[in-house]
T-cell receptor, first 114, second 114 residues
Framework: AQSVTQLDSQVPVFEEAPVELRCNYS??????LFWYVQYPNQGLQLLLKYLSGSTLVESINGFEAEFNKSQTSFHLRKPSVHISDTAEYFC????????????FGTGTQLKVEL | DAEITQSPRHKITETGRQVTLACHQT?????MFWYRQDLGHGLRLIHY???????NKGEVSDGYSVSRSNTEDLPLTLESAASSQTSVYFC?????????????FGQGTRLTVV
C-alpha cells in the first residue's frame, strides 16, 4: 500500500519570503505525484503534477516541485510568496494500474503574513 | 462551462437519521469519487465509481453507500448518521482510468451530526 507524509501541519511565512512544503511518499510500485491547493471554503484545485520526464515541474503561479526518487520526496517550493497563497496544500499520489484513486497526505496550512 | 456541484453545502442532522448528499457533474466523466476531510487525516476515500452501475468501497466505507444510475450523479447516503460522520465531504470526478489523470473537485458539503 502507498502512503503520503506531510510532516508540517502549519507553515507560517512572511510575504515575499521563500517557502518549502515537504512531502514524502511510500510505495512499492511506480507512482504519479500531485499537489492540490484548497483555498478557504473551497474545493481542491490541482496545482501541479509529476507524471514522467523532467523531475522539476512548475505551476502557472510560481510554485515548483521536484521529484526525487531516491529520497521518495516531492517537495513544493516558491521563491517569494504572496498573501494570496494562504491556503491548505495537499500532496497526493496515485499508483500505476490503480486507477484515479488518490491517496492524500494530511495537508499543510500555509499562512502568509505581512 | 463544465462543473461539479454538491448539495447541500451545509447540513445538520440528528444521530440515526438517513442522509443523502448529492453530487452532479457536467464533465461527462466516467469516474466519480467521494472523500471525507478531517483534521489530521487529510482526505480519505469513501466510495468510488468507474461508470454506470459500478461502485466500489474505499478506505472508510463503513456506514456509507453510493449508487450510480447515470453518468452525471453519484449520491452518497449515510444509512444511520453517527457523530463520527461529522465531516466535510468532497465529491470528485475524472475522465478516464489512467492513474495520471487530474481529478476535479466540488465545493464540499459540511455535515454536522448532533
Amino acid at each position: 500500500a502507498q502512503s503520503v507524509t506531510q510532516l508540517d501541519s502549519q507553515v507560517p511565512v512572511f510575504e515575499e519570503a521563500p517557502v518549502e512544503l515537504r512531502c514524502n511518499y511510500s510505495s512499492s510500485v511506480s507512482v504519479y505525484l500531485f499537489w492540490y491547493v484548497q483555498y478557504p471554503n473551497q474545493g481542491l484545485q490541482l496545482l501541479l503534477k509529476y507524471l514522467s520526464g523532467s523531475t522539476l515541474v512548475e505551476s502557472i503561479n510560481g510554485f515548483e516541485a521536484e521529484f526525487n526518487k531516491s529520497q521518495t520526496s516531492f517537495h513544493l517550493r516558491k521563491p517569494s510568496v504572496h498573501i494570496s497563497d494562504t491556503a491548505e496544500y495537499f500532496c497526493a499520489v496515485t499508483f500505476t494500474g490503480g486507477g484515479n484513486k488518490l491517496t492524500f497526505g494530511t495537508g499543510t496550512q500555509l499562512k502568509v503574513e505581512l | 462551462d463544465a462543473e461539479i456541484t454538491q448539495s447541500p453545502r451545509h447540513k445538520i442532522t440528528e444521530t440515526g437519521r438517513q442522509v443523502t448528499l448529492a453530487c452532479h457533474q457536467t464533465w461527462n466523466h466516467n469516474n466519480m469519487f467521494w472523500y471525507r476531510q478531517d483534521l489530521g487525516h487529510g482526505l480519505r476515500l469513501i466510495h468510488y465509481s468507474y461508470g454506470v452501475q459500478d461502485t466500489n468501497k474505499g478506505e472508510v466505507s463503513d456506514g456509507y453507500s453510493v449508487s450510480r444510475s447515470n453518468t452525471e450523479d453519484l449520491p452518497l447516503t449515510l444509512e444511520s448518521a453517527a457523530s463520527s460522520q461529522t465531516s466535510v465531504y468532497f465529491c470528485a470526478s475524472s475522465s478516464n482510468l489512467g492513474s495520471n489523470t487530474e481529478a476535479f473537485f466540488g465545493q464540499g458539503t459540511r455535515l454536522t451530526v448532533v
